[in-house]
């Protein structure tokens, strides 16, 4: 009886050692069009995104009653970045520096060359006077 017991726990087993686990897989966004809120100081604010096998291809951004197209040079400042990553905020920001701000911040994480978790973000800010595109902020955990 207890060889019996055996066997069968041991059959039961094996199959499910050896059955595979399905694996969800993220699907990532080659291009979005996003519509967000209009405020009184931007206007309506939106943008349109599009990457493809070589990186970011197009970032328009309208606001503030204007149309900003991204240059290639602040595209590849992107790179890495996913397009499903995007917040979109705003503040009144200080005179000196723009005033009133729109911002499209991303953000990824990553293992590093030493195993360790990093984290990065990066802004895509417009203002009156234009955009700019920041500097990587960079933090390993």
């Given at each position: 009886?207890?060889?019996?017991m055996?066997?069968?726990l041991v059959?039961?087993i094996i199959?499910?050692?050896a ?6 897989e993220?699907?990532?966004?080659t291009s ?11 206007g309506?604010?939106?943008?349109e995104?599009k990457?493809?096998?070589?990186g970011?291809?197009k970032?328009?951004?309208?606001a503030?009653g204007?149309?900003?197209?991204l240059?290639?040079?602040?595209l ?14 705003h503040e009144g ?5 723009g ?5 499209f911040r991303?953000?990824r994480?990553?293992?590093?060359s030493?195993k ?7 802004y895509?800010?417009v ?5 700019t ?8 955990n």
């Amino acid at each position: 009886m207890k060889m019996t017991m055996t066997a069968l726990l041991v059959a039961a087993i094996i199959p499910a050692f050896a059955a595979t686990a399905s694996e969800e897989e993220s699907l990532g966004w080659t291009s979005a069009v996003i519509q967000c809120g209009k405020t009184a100081e931007a206007g309506d604010v939106s943008c349109e995104m599009k990457t493809g096998e070589k990186g970011w291809e197009k970032f328009i951004i309208q606001a503030f009653g204007k149309t900003h197209t991204l240059p290639a040079t602040d595209l590849a400042k992107l790179a890495g970045f996913p397009l499903s990553s995007l917040r979109t905020t705003h503040e009144g920001g200080y005179e000196e520096l723009g005033g009133y701000t729109v911002h499209f911040r991303f953000d990824r994480m990553f293992y590093n060359s030493d195993k360790k978790l990093v984290s990065e973000i990066i802004y895509v800010s417009v203002t009156k006077k234009g955009f700019t595109v920041s500097d990587r902020r960079t933090k390993e955990n």
